[in-house]
T-cell receptor
Framework: SQQGEEDPQALSIQEGENATMNCSYK?????LQWYRQNSGRGLVHLIL?????REKHSGRLRVTLDTSKKSSSLLITASRAADTASYFC??????????FGTGTRLQVFP | GAGVSQSPSNKVTEKGKDVELRCDPI?????LYWYRQSLGQGLEFLIY????????KSGLPSDRFSAERTGGSVSTLTIQRTQQEDSAVYLC??????????????FGQGTRLTVV
């Protein structure tokens, strides 16, 4: 079964707005990562946050991690049409195996 | 190579035939993953190789699926007696995979398998 679940499943916003996606997971983790996928092919790594970190920034991306609630959020600020894609969280436990969530499909309208 | 390479990029096969999907990871990456993704769905974990350790095969959906990794580099995913429900995009990824400190995974562009 999937370790992570993202919500919402789909999100539509206008350019310039912020987009927030959430990820919940079931068991303890070492790390949580966010990936982006265009057109149903290869995924691209966005950001990694370790279990002892609470917040991380990279450009227009902000990730938070709450291990007590077993949840993470990805915020994309000032969204652009080019941000349109599917976004996935992935977690690993001590075995290092990466397990992906169900994904959020983001549509940004110009 | 510069990235993870998968071949073929597309494969159409008849039901009941065997198929082999190939993955060339990034040189020096000890961890290699196979995932399956059906249209509009998330990534389903299939199998994970880490260095010389025994692979984690817990995600393989049936005994028709097998994978090997030769010399710690190239990996082949084999599906025997393909069924229509095997149609999906098969994604391979590799990472440096330091034990206990996972790193980002680099993905290939996938193989789109269609069983007719």
């Amino acid at each position: 079964s999937q370790q992570g679940e993202e919500d919402p499943q789909a999100l539509s916003i206008q350019e310039g707005e912020n987009a927030t996606m959430n990820c919940s997971y079931k068991t303890s983790i070492n790390n949580l990562q966010w990936y982006r996928q265009n057109s149903g092919r290869g995924l691209v790594h966005l950001i990694l946050i370790r279990s002892n970190e609470r917040e991380k920034h990279s450009g227009r991306l902000r990730v938070t991690l709450d291990t007590s609630k077993k949840s993470s959020s990805l915020l994309i600020t000032a969204s652009r049409a080019a941000d349109t894609a599917s976004y996935f969280c992935a977690t690993d436990k001590n075995t290092d195996k990466l397990i992906f969530g169900t994904g959020t499909r983001l549509q940004v309208f110009p | 190579g510069a990235g993870v390479s998968q071949s073929p990029s597309n494969k159409v096969t008849e039901k009941g035939k065997d198929v082999e999907l190939r993955c060339d990871p990034i040189s020096g990456h000890t961890a290699l993953y196979w995932y399956r993704q059906s249209l509009g769905q998330g990534l389903e974990f299939l199998i994970y190789f880490q260095g010389n350790s025994a692979p984690d095969k817990s995600g393989l959906p049936s005994d028709r699926f097998s994978a090997e990794r030769t010399g710690g580099s190239v990996s082949t995913l084999t599906i025997q007696r393909t069924q229509q429900e095997d149609s999906a995009v098969y994604l391979c990824a590799s990472s440096l995979g330091y034990r206990g400190r996972n790193t980002e995974a680099f993905f290939g562009q996938g193989t789109r398998l269609t069983v007719v």
